[in-house]
T-cell receptor
Framework: AQSVSQHNHHVILSEAASLELGCNYSYGGTVNLFWYVQYPGQHLQLLLKYFSGDPLVKGIKGFEAEFIKSKFSFNLRKPSVQWSDTAEYFCAVNAYSSASKIIFGSGTRLSIRP | ETGVTQTPRHLVMGMTNKKSLKCEQHLGHNAMYWYKQSAKKPLELMFVYSLEERVENNSVPSRFSPECPNSSHLFLHLHTLQPEDSALYLC?????????????FGQGTRLTVV
């Protein structure tokens, strides 16, 4: 069965600090990978996605993620965070064998100090 | 506006009540989902409907009963719930047959069982 692990439950950073949020998944086959963001009081929205090709994926608002197949990882990065990045971030996986099933991690709450 | 609309946004119900959550998507997608979001837990996939047929039921108690009358509408019927069922219930849609495997989410229904 697919599963997703996000090891950081709460990350606190100062503005302009660099960010890396960890995500590991368990599934032996081909996957689609996603990062979603949920700003306070808002719906979950897609930040970026990996389907195939270049393992370094660029998303909205300066975020990027790198797919490392050998490590089953898809970590999210941003070189310089802003106060407006305060939100909860969710990693998700969708296995090719089950195109309709998207499994999420437990989320990482990111707090940015102004 | 996300293209996925959920009503009501908030619901308080007693343990003996019967209520229904409604979800409507205006994106032309053919897969719809119910997720449960509780504090400090992964988003739990409850049900998946693809082309109006239920393709996934993740051991959800029978007090939750989904209904998908057409590809644009999804309901979650609730009866004799428990306080631990209090959570944010999220509806999502996707279109895997069209290469859209990421999920588009609604705002959610905040359910409180008293």
């Amino acid at each position: 069965a697919q599963s997703v692990s996000q090891h950081n439950h709460h990350v606190i950073l100062s503005e302009a600090a660099s960010l890396e949020l960890g995500c590991n998944y368990s599934y032996g086959g081909t996957v689609n990978l996603f990062w979603y963001v949920q700003y306070p009081g808002q719906h979950l929205q897609l930040l970026l996605k990996y389907f195939s090709g270049d393992p370094l994926v660029k998303g909205i608002k300066g975020f990027e993620a790198e797919f490392i197949k050998s490590k089953f990882s898809f970590n999210l990065r941003k070189p310089s965070v802003q106060w407006s990045d305060t939100a909860e971030y969710f990693c998700a996986v969708n296995a090719y064998s089950s195109a309709s099933k998207i499994i999420f991690g437990s989320g990482t709450r990111l707090s940015i100090r102004p | 506006e996300t293209g996925v609309t959920q009503t009501p946004r908030h619901l308080v119900m007693g343990m003996t009540n019967k209520k229904s959550l409604k979800c409507e998507q205006h994106l032309g997608h053919n897969a719809m989902y119910w997720y449960k979001q509780s504090a400090k837990k992964p988003l739990e996939l409850m049900f998946v409907y693809s082309l109006e047929e239920r393709v996934e039921n993740n051991s959800v108690p029978s007090r939750f009963s989904p209904e998908c009358p057409n590809s644009s509408h999804l309901f979650l019927h609730l009866h004799t719930l428990q306080p631990e069922d209090s959570a944010l219930y999220l509806c999502a849609s996707s279109a895997p047959g069209q290469g859209i495997t990421e999920a588009f989410f609604g705002q959610g229904t905040r359910l409180t069982v008293v």
